[in-house]
């Protein structure tokens, strides 16, 4: 537990969680974070990192399976305690709970037991990262369910158990979705769109996936100022006295 005196609450780094189907750049978004950054891959997706040098990669496989839980644990916490580390990332959680969901199934004589399992073991894993006080980025694969209604409200998610899914995001910042369109990439972080999403950050609902981090420079919309009235001219000498002329011949 932490414990801040009022008015001395120190926030601790952003925690960004992003899925969406595969291509659409979730390994690379690791790349418009600035820092060190130690990455958890369980796709084997690491070609996209190829050409970074502020990032230390571990990547699992199928030998690592039977042991992902311990090795995740292990790591993390090392991780947590490394002062040179700024992010930490873990890239497809789909399938690191799919690797842990084998290693639970079947150990309990009720089936509901082993998704209870699943759902503390990443509500822990949420909790540890959030503890870290580190930034975090978080991916996972979508599923698309199709068209829903007339207006496809609701039609993606996170490839994962619903309540593995909650139990592991609660702590986390922003949720989102990546997907491309006219060859931009873009992350709908609006709930009202039925997909799963929050952004308690600021009050961004779409956004360009290179300002996840930066979001781009505001830029005032320029407005036609009013144009002043022209300055009178001095008026003469022969006008100033027929003015005060004018003026006597009022008070007589």
Same mark, same amino acid.
Do not use: C
């Given at each position: 537990?932490?414990?801040?005196?009022?008015?001395?609450?120190?926030?601790?780094?952003?925690?960004?969680?992003?899925?969406?189907?595969?291509?659409?750049?979730?390994?690379?978004?690791?790349?418009?974070?600035?820092?060190?950054?130690?990455?958890?891959?369980?796709?084997?997706?690491?070609?996209?990192?190829?050409?970074?040098?502020?990032?230390?990669?571990?990547?699992?496989?199928?030998?690592?399976?039977?042991?992902?839980?311990?090795?995740?644990?292990?790591?993390?916490?090392?991780?947590?305690?490394?002062?040179?580390? +700024?992010?930490?990332?873990?890239?497809?959680?789909?399938?690191?709970?799919?690797?842990?969901?084998?290693?639970?199934?079947?150990?309990?004589? +009720?089936?509901?037991?082993?998704?209870?399992?699943?759902?503390?073991?990443?509500?822990?894993?949420?909790?540890?990262?959030?503890?870290?006080?580190?930034?975090?980025?978080?991916?996972?694969?979508?599923?698309?369910?199709?068209?829903?209604?007339?207006?496809?409200?609701?039609?993606?998610?996170? +490839?994962?158990?619903?309540?593995?899914?909650?139990?592991?995001?609660?702590?986390? %910042?922003?949720?989102?979705?990546?997907?491309?369109?006219?060859?931009?990439?873009?992350?709908?972080?609006?709930?009202?769109?039925?997909?799963?999403?929050?952004?308690?950050?600021?009050?961004?609902?779409?956004?360009?996936?290179?300002?996840?981090?930066?979001?781009?420079?505001?830029?005032?919309?320029?407005?036609?100022?009013?144009?002043?009235?022209?300055?009178?001219?001095?008026?003469?000498?022969?006008?100033?006295?027929? %003015?005060?002329?004018?003026?006597?011949?009022?008070?007589?």
């Amino acid at each position: 537990m932490i414990t801040f005196k009022e008015g001395e609450i120190k926030p601790s780094g952003n925690m960004y969680f992003i899925y969406g189907d595969g291509g659409t750049g979730k390994t690379s978004l690791s790349k418009e974070f600035k820092g060190n950054k130690v990455s958890f891959i369980f796709d084997g997706s690491y070609n996209a990192l190829a050409d970074t040098t502020d990032t230390f990669v571990f990547a699992f496989d199928d030998t690592d399976a039977e042991q992902i839980q311990a090795m995740v644990d292990y790591y993390i916490e090392k991780v947590i305690g490394g002062e040179n580390i +700024d992010v930490i990332v873990l890239d497809n959680v789909t399938a690191l709970q799919n690797w842990v969901l084998e290693n639970i199934d079947g150990k309990s004589k +009720d089936g509901r037991q082993n998704y209870q399992k699943l759902q503390v073991w990443f509500r822990n894993l949420g909790m540890r990262l959030r503890r870290s006080r580190k930034t975090v980025l978080v991916t996972a694969h979508q599923i698309d369910n199709g068209s829903s209604g007339l207006d496809g409200k609701g039609r993606f998610e996170p +490839d994962m158990n619903a309540k593995t899914f909650n139990a592991l995001s609660a702590p986390f %910042d922003i949720v989102g979705r990546i997907y491309k369109k006219d060859g931009e990439r873009y992350i709908d972080l609006d709930s009202e769109n039925g997909n799963h999403a929050k952004n308690r950050i600021d009050d961004r609902t779409l956004i360009k996936a290179n300002e996840l981090v930066e979001p781009a420079e505001q830029k005032e919309i320029p407005t036609e100022k009013p144009k002043k009235a022209p300055k009178k001219a001095d008026k003469t000498f022969e006008e100033q006295v027929a %003015d005060v002329a004018n003026e006597l011949g009022k008070r007589a």
